[in-house]
């Protein structure tokens, strides 16, 4: 009998997909697919363990453990106020945790021999003197550093800030002002790159932009971390996925499980509604009727092949349904 594919959870409420063996193959198998063994065997670059922040009686965080990983974009979910700005602040030792501890590279950000050679940044658009130009704004950074000149401009082409880098960055939109803060963060090159909210005033091709950008950072082996309320928007970038539900992490992920587990709805018409409705229940499958349609949650369309084969029911429509990423996000953001 084909088996139910689902994201699990565990003893402390924490969602998480199962790996189970392949009866085949005998090789350890994700939700989505074979596990990409790099994916187990390289390090993880940040590692946030049992994080917790209190403001007086707030809980702004609350033991928040998860990992980012080499040449993947984990992307840190959770709606308005869950705590991921705090959790990103803790990460890069610009907030104390109040209990647990945040490492990059294995070590906590104090702890970094050259921090922005290590991790680099964007947090939020403030980082720069209105009066002074772009251009300005990142020399003085790297003269701090130690960027070379060149680094500039060649990261003032790349940002596409190069005609407006003699402007002054108080006239900068939101957009420009998050193209000149990611082109901060990139002037050492770092490995790591933490950012909230990135697309944040983008335009949608800034978000496109910004895209790409994460995107070739991570195919360089790079490690990328950043923060949204919108999953649909981070849909087509990121890899991993982390939930955070008022201060908690609910969820930890590849990306794929979510469509996979949660979002795949399949359409179903057959004579034999009955029949089919039952072997399909009996399969593990979650269905419910839409007129003469069943729908069902909880199996894959080859499972319901199978099943529909083996009982015998001729299927006359059997479609899958595009998944709802941000339905997906919204219910398990409510979940808690
Ligand atoms: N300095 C502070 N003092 C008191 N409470 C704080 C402080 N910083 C954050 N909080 C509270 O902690 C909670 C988490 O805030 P945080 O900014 O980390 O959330 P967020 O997920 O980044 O939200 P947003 O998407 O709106 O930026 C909120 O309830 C917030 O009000």
Redesign the pocket.
Known sequence: MPRLREIVMDSGGLLRVEERLDRRTGQAVAANGPIDPSRRSSPAMIQAIGLTKS?GH?H??NGVSFEARPGRVTGFL?L????????LRMLLGLTRPTSGEARINHRRFRDLKHPSKEVGAVLEQGISHPGQSGRAHLVSQALIVGASRSRVDALLDEVDLAQAAGQRTGQYSLGMRQRLAVATALLCDPPVLVLD?PANGLDPEGVAWIRALLRNHANRGGTVLL?S?LLAELAHLIDDVVIIVK?RVTCEAPLASLYDNVASRLRIRSRDQRRLWQVLESAGGRVTRNGDVLEVVGLTSEDVGEIAFQARVPLHELTVDPPDLEQIFLTMAAAR
């Open positions: 403001y707030v702004a965080v959770g308005n106020g869950s705590g991921k700005t705090t959790t909210e923060s309320h201060g």
